[in-house]
């Protein structure tokens, strides 16, 4: 959501449910972060006005083998709705589906033999490829057929990194973008743990030129 936006969050209140199924997954006892929360709900504002909400659904009846995490982004000129099966780009004018575009190409078959330690409802998310929305163009050809996950990001966060490092420049997620990116969540963890309590959510600036 940041990423697209382009902005950073400065305060969130965050609701949680606690876990009552007794299976241990979400046990505070033996959380790293005292977590018995399996559902929560952060809603955060952002630099220079507006919103967003995220919705961290670890126990919710939907087929998160069919997308781990979907958006819906709403403008004052259009909207874009993704979910499990189909996307839609909507304006005041009408409605596109757009699921095509969106929709990662499987880079091999799900019974493939490298991926038999891989528990057969999540090899979706190993298998996931590149959808035709990506710009595969700069990426190296010798990445076309291997794994890749997340709806797509792994092959570009790959590029990225050996990028930095070869050209000894920053990527364009750095240390000071990957802290805005995920100091919002643990700040809504916390907000979460009391109550709901609106807090502020430190920023460390951008990177240095």
């Known amino acids: 959501m940041l990423g697209a936006w382009r902005t950073h969050a400065v305060s969130v209140s965050a609701i949680g449910v ?4 007794g299976d241990g997954v979400f046990d505070q006892d033996i959380s790293q972060f005292g977590n018995d929360f399996s559902n929560a709900t952060a809603l955060f504002e952002v630099a220079g006005g ?7 659904f670890r126990r919710v009846g939907y087929p998160s083998h069919i997308r781990e995490s979907r958006f819906r982004f709403f403008g004052t000129e259009a909207s874009m709705e993704q979910l499990a099966t189909f996307a839609l780009w909507q ?3 009408g409605v ?5 575009l969106l929709e990662p190409k499987p880079t ?3 019974d493939d033999p ?3 330690h891989i528990a057969p409802e999540l090899r979706a998310a190993f298998t996931s490829g590149s959808a035709p ?4 163009e700069r990426l190296p050809r010798e990445f076309d057929n291997l794994h890749n996950g997340h709806e797509g990001s792994h092959h570009f966060l790959v590029d990225d990194f050996v990028t930095a490092v070869n050209s000894r420049t920053l990527p364009s997620v750095n240390a000071w973008v990957a802290a805005r990116y995920t ?6 963890h916390e907000s979460a743990r009391q109550g709901g309590v609106r807090l502020e959510i430190p920023d460390f600036g951008d990177a240095p030129q």
Not at 50 to 56: A, I, K, L
Not at 96 to 100: A, V
Not at 183 to 188: D, E, M, V
């Open 96 to 100: 596109k589906d757009i699921s095509e």
């Open 114 to 116: 490298s991926l038999q």
């Open 183 to 188: 100091l919002p969540g643990i700040i809504a």
């Open 18 to 21: 606690v876990d009552d199924r």
């Open 91 to 93: 304006d005041k004018q």
């Open 50 to 56: 507006g919103s967003f909400r995220t919705n961290e």
């Open 108 to 110: 091999m078959a799900p």
């Open 133 to 136: 929305v990506h710009d595969r």
